[in-house]
């Protein structure tokens, strides 16, 4: 019953995105992210994103899932598919609990509905979502991010709730799609699923980064 707060902000979340909230965007902290990833049965040995600090990933106990229209990442072995009761068109994998998520969604231009004036991209969504986040009840803080994800740059939403779920969120484009990959759960699940799924998203079923 834990994950029914976080539930029902990705619910307004996917609200907001068919309509402009025409807000300014803070200004951005720069990071980068590395990662060298441990071959898994069907991986090749090594993945790499290029920076200046790399760290190593074993994926042995993860299973590779997605879906063709929002990609395809590593999660844990015994990790289920979830399906949100309030329905929604988004991919989402969870722990038995239900308590630790992955929720991930794609976007083309005619499913972001970009208004008269706006430029479809991350940039867009990323202010539509972090506006639905900042005025979110549940939400204790946050704090926002220019990052990569997946070689590609990315907005990087960091959230604690008030009943202590931490939650990330990237907003990133790639090719002529808009995606948001939400990873939410205890710290010690988000700080450990952060690099994979950094290092594994992609839109190749079998090899994780491609």
Known sequence: MKNKSVLGSVTLLSALIVAACGTGEKKALETTVALTTEATTTAPTTTTIASSETK??????????????????????????????NGGPQ????????YNMITIN?????QLHVNAGETFGAELLANRLYDG?????????????????AGEDAFLFKIQLKDGK???????????????VLLEGTENTVATLRPVLEQ????????PGQ
């Open 106 to 110: 794609g976007y083309d231009k005619d």
């Open 166 to 180: 931490y939650l990330f969120q990237w907003v990133f484009q790639r090719g002529e799609k808009v995606y948001d």
């Open 200 to 207: 594994t998203w992609g839109l190749d079923s079998k090899t």
């Open 133 to 149: 986040w900042q005025y979110n009840p549940k939400v204790e803080k946050t704090q926002k991010e220019k990052t990569k994800f």
């Open 56 to 85: 190593e990933v074993s994926l042995a106990d993860t299973q590779r899932v997605g879906r063709e229209d929002v990609g395809y990442f590593n999660v844990p072995k015994d990790w289920v598919a979830y399906k949100d009761p």
């Open 91 to 98: 991919f989402q994998y969870a722990s038995k609990d239900s």
